[in-house]
């Protein structure tokens, strides 16, 4: 089944610093992958998807993504934080069951905390 | 365009009673899925809705339902209500893919159901 594992349920870095959030998943076959970033009191929100037509992914708000098949690894960065990166950012995996049938599996989430 | 709406956006209920949560897709999406999200295990696939038909299925108990209507409206019904099914449910909506991969999916602001 495919599933994907985010290490670190908390990171903290400086207003500037570089954001690297880790996601690796676990698929048998070339996966779809998401990041999501969920704001306080709100829904998910896309940053970027990647579906095999490029390794490094280009998403909103300067985040950016590489998939490494060699790594079995998706993880999310930008240049440099703002304090409005403040959130909770999800990876996750989209399953094609039949007749199209999908569904999102997610990750457990990383709490971003962007210090002043 | 306007995005994935959902009403009411909290609720409190007593538990044994049943509730109905509504989602709007955005206009020309026709795959309705819902998630529920809690604290302790996180985002958790529900349903998802396609052209009327419940194509997939999560792994709730038969108290958690759901339907869709012929303008791709979505409702979510749970019945006999819970202390444990106080969550965040999100309706995420998406098209159908017609080409090079799934699109993604794009969610409401969620509807946060309080159980007491």
């Known amino acids: 089944a495919q599933s994907v594992t985010q290490l670190g349920s908390h990171v903290s870095v400086s207003e500037g610093a570089l954001v690297l959030l880790r996601c690796n998943y676990s698929s048998s076959v070339p996966p779809y992958l998401f990041w999501y970033v969920q704001y306080p009191n709100q829904g998910l929100q896309l940053l970027l998807k990647?579906?095999?037509?490029?390794?490094l992914v280009k998403g909103i708000n300067g985040f950016e993504a590489e998939f490494k098949k060699s790594e079995t690894s998706f993880h999310l960065t930008k240049p440099s934080a703002h304090m409005s990166d403040a959130a909770e950012y999800f990876c996750a995996v989209i399953r094609i069951g039949s007749g199209s049938a999908r569904q999102l599996t997610f990750g457990s989430g990383t709490q971003l905390t962007v210090l002043p | 365009k306007a995005g994935v709406t959902q009403t009411p956006r909290y609720l409190i209920k007593t538990r044994g009673q049943q509730v109905t949560l509504s989602c709007s897709p955005i206009?020309?999406?026709?795959?309705v899925s819902w998630y529920q999200q809690t604290p302790g295990q996180g985002l958790q696939f529900l349903f998802e809705y396609f052209s009327e038909t419940q194509r997939n299925k999560g792994n709730f108990p038969g108290r958690f339902s759901g339907r869709q209507f012929s303008n791709s409206r979505s409702e979510m019904n749970v019945s006999t209500l819970e202390l444990g099914d106080s969550a965040l449910y999100l309706c995420?909506?998406?098209?159908?893919?017609?080409?090079?991969?799934?699109?993604?999916?794009?969610f409401g602001p969620g509807t946060r159901l309080t159980v007491t």
């Open positions: 995420a909506s998406s098209l159908e893919p017609t080409g090079f991969g799934p699109y993604e999916q794009y």
């Open positions: 990647y579906t095999s037509a490029a390794t």
């Open positions: 206009s020309g999406h026709r795959s």
